[in-house]
């Protein structure tokens, strides 16, 4: 029975490019969707009046009295404390050390907000109206740009003592591996984000002498495209990322032991070439126990995800 | 302040070759501590009956009359369900798949029984009483005949969604390693247990013609010996060991992100060689905001973990 509420929320999901900001319901129905480029090259101050002004336009839009709304909240991109709503230091964002952020947006729209990390928000979403509706306990892996990762434990997002918990694309995959972003060598990242997948596949042609001369590949479609080709070299670049990402996983499934692990971002389209060997790694690398209960899907909600898990959030603490 | 009590428990950790049972006050206090060799070689029915009657004989020995002893909490070897009571199959011992080993005891003993795996209830004793005493969140690392873990979240261990939770010692770090026991290649407890390291060892001292034409090392009392008389191939292996569980360990920080890591067991007493090298890995490989407020610690409990952790078990089921 599908409860019928007038409780909203704003809900926002804040990305370094792109903002989805929503309005939706207790039930996750979302009544209004607004997508817009993020405003953040002139800085913060600028930024957050980007936000306040994109959270008045899209109520505006929805043509919901203003009393209707009852909070806002947000996936942000990067590490910050969610108890308080501050924004640490995001590596993509200048100028936003240690910024009250949700202290400054309850000024601005009087109305209570709250504010997650947007992997975070993403396994959130999937928890409540996606691939994980219905489990309890769930890690999603956001494989996109970055590699991140929320876990969710009894309905909950897990923070860990600083705010660091669910890093899985800074775990280490391979001991002596190649270089990653973060200054480790050989994390999942540095293999398994789009960029890294990219490098690897331009290295493996140019090594076999494999692009026939082409230009280096500059985006994922064109490396679906090699595969639909037939192109065993690019192939085999894609099958090891899901065997690198099995490890990972295993390893995930052995010290977590959650019901299921979300898929999610851009990489997924690389579909079965990808997920098949990553999950015969997990079945080969993981205890049988761990495995037989744990479900390895692709995000339900795709770009929802991150704005249906801030919606969810802000609803959780005006319930509380 | 500490609360005078009269309310006691039987708290007993079994393991595969000896048992401990103890009677302990709502305190942690050990009022009456008993040790035995497990009388496990004749099968289930036989080892059910050895706990009973050394659960009477410890009884006894306490001078307590029995209906102070409110309960009994037991740690025992190998996956089993906690909430139930109920083991599966313990690699160690024969004929024990699926046997509920809680209600077989509550009826024997007439009194509310838990059980909890070794590792948890080692990792809720030091939690509790060792060198977690005041953390919310901790991970316990068993380093002895097998490498184990157990999770202490918000000061409730962490079971997972099939009770395997905090497997580190399966998690892989070495993809292409060596053959661990489990059936998978490269689990940190193929090189970190202690016959993982002895192998480990007595291989390198045959590779370099290290230990002049001597027996194979049988014990790590011996390979502590050898590093006391400066062997520098023993060393570096125990120091690569280290590098190893730092590895795993800088795993659990980015995944977890616990307040502290306890790391107990016989291999331990390697000391300093050992966990120097184990906390350099860990700060070169985890974000610096996990390793900032990640403390990681000895065992300050030594063999009393397990039984106080058992012990704390069934003293929180009867407080609820």
Redesign the interface.
């Known amino acids: 029975m599908t409860k019928i509420t007038n409780n909203y929320v704003l809900a926002a999901d804040i990305g370094g490019t792109n903002t989805r900001m929503a309005v939706v319901n207790e039930n996750g129905d979302i009544h209004t969707l607004l997508k817009k480029s993020t405003y953040c090259k002139e800085g913060r101050d600028e930024m957050i009046s980007f936000i306040v002004s994109f959270a008045g336009e899209t109520i505006e839009k929805s043509e919901l009295p203003i009393e209707e709304i009852c909070g806002m909240g947000i996936g942000f991109p990067g590490?910050l404390n969610a108890e308080t709503g501050t924004i640490?230091n995001p590596p993509n964002l200048q100028g936003w050390d240690s910024v009250p952020l949700r202290d400054i947006l309850e000024k601005e729209l009087k109305m209570p907000v709250a504010i997650e990390n947007d992997a975070n928000a993403a396994a959130l979403g999937e928890w409540w109206k996606g691939a994980g509706s219905g489990t309890?306990?769930l890690f999603c892996i956001t494989l996109g740009t970055g590699v991140g990762?929320g876990?969710i434990?009894d309905g909950k997002v897990?923070?860990?003592?600083?705010?660091?918990?669910?890093?899985?694309g800074?775990?280490?995959?391979?001991?002596d591996g190649i270089q990653c972003t973060?200054g480790?060598i050989g994390c999942l990242e540095a293999y398994a984000c789009s960029g890294g997948i990219l490098k690897r596949v331009n290295n493996a042609l140019l090594d076999e002498g494999g692009n026939g001369g082409l230009e280096p590949l500059a985006n994922l479609k064109q490396v679906d495209q090699m595969i639909m080709q037939g192109n065993e070299i690019v192939l085999n670049v894609i099958r090891e990322t899901g065997v690198i990402l099995g490890?990972a996983i295993?390893?995930?499934?052995?010290?977590?032991?959650?019901?299921m692990i979300v898929l999610f971002g851009g990489v997924t389209n690389l579909g079965a070439h990808l997920v098949e060997p990553l999950k015969e790694e997990v079945k080969?690398?993981?205890?049988k126990?761990?495995t037989?209960?744990?479900r390895i899907e692709l995000s339900q909600l795709g770009d929802n995800s991150g704005t249906l898990g801030a919606a969810k959030n802000i609803l959780s603490k005006l319930q509380n």
């Open positions: 590490p640490f309890g306990t990762g876990i434990l897990w923070h860990g003592a600083s705010s660091i918990a669910g890093e899985i800074h775990t280490t995959v391979i001991r973060c480790n490890i295993a390893n995930i499934a052995n010290l977590i032991n959650p019901e080969r690398r993981a205890f126990k761990a037989e209960s744990l």
